[in-house]
């Protein structure tokens, strides 16, 4: 189950906060943890975030996650957080390259322990990526956005979208990371 929802507020904080609070524990994948997302991700989780880097391995990733996650009661739903593209494309990263990454590590996260549900803010990059992999794994998943559907796209502009745009975009995520 696939769940494109609209957050009430047309900011990115208040679903940011959403996410953190419907989560058991927030996995923030990225490069770069000072942006104003990230900050904002850890200040929201709390004691329920653990920052992964996406220079480590998926294994890695996933180990690191498994350790985590094995200390928290209750730890049944996942929020997957992270950089978009505007921060990873300068690092040479694209949406595949994240979409692959993030299965790879979720994928073992969830044979670990099974996965009841993942949370994501719907943003390019890390965000779609966690929606990607949650369809892939047939985990049910609630993606989050701003109202009007808005996503910051590879040149930082922010943009509204329709449920069928944001749906396709995951659609063709999971389409891509089978064809090998």
């Not at 906060?17 to 524990?25: P, T, V």
């Not at 709390?46 to 998926?58: D, E, F, H, M, R």
């Not at 996933?62 to 300068?90: S, W, Y």
């Not at 009841?116 to 956005?145: H, M, R, S, Y």
Request: proline share 5%.
């Amino acid at each position: 189950m696939l769940d494109v929802h609209e957050h009430a507020s047309p900011k990115y904080p208040p679903r940011t906060w959403a996410n953190a609070a419907r989560a058991d524990l927030t996995a923030a994948f990225a490069l770069d943890f000072t942006t104003g997302g990230e900050v904002l991700t850890r200040r929201a989780a709390g004691a329920k975030y653990i920052a992964v880097k996406l220079t480590a391995s998926p294994m890695i990733a996933a180990m690191t996650l498994i350790d985590f996650r094995d200390r928290q009661e209750p730890r049944a739903t996942l929020n997957i957080a992270g950089n978009g593209m505007h921060t990873l494309g300068r690092h040479l990263w694209t949406q595949d390259r994240v979409n692959r990454w993030v299965y790879q590590t979720v994928k073992q996260l969830h044979q670990h322990e099974p996965i009841k549900w993942i949370f994501t803010g719907g943003q390019t990059g890390v965000d779609i990526a966690g929606a990607v992999a949650a369809v892939k794994l047939e985990i049910p998943c609630t993606v989050n956005l701003p109202r009007g559907l808005i996503q910051r796209d590879s040149h930082g502009y922010d943009a509204p979208h329709t449920q069928d745009e944001i749906i396709a975009q995951i659609t063709q995520g999971v389409a891509e990371l089978e064809k090998t």
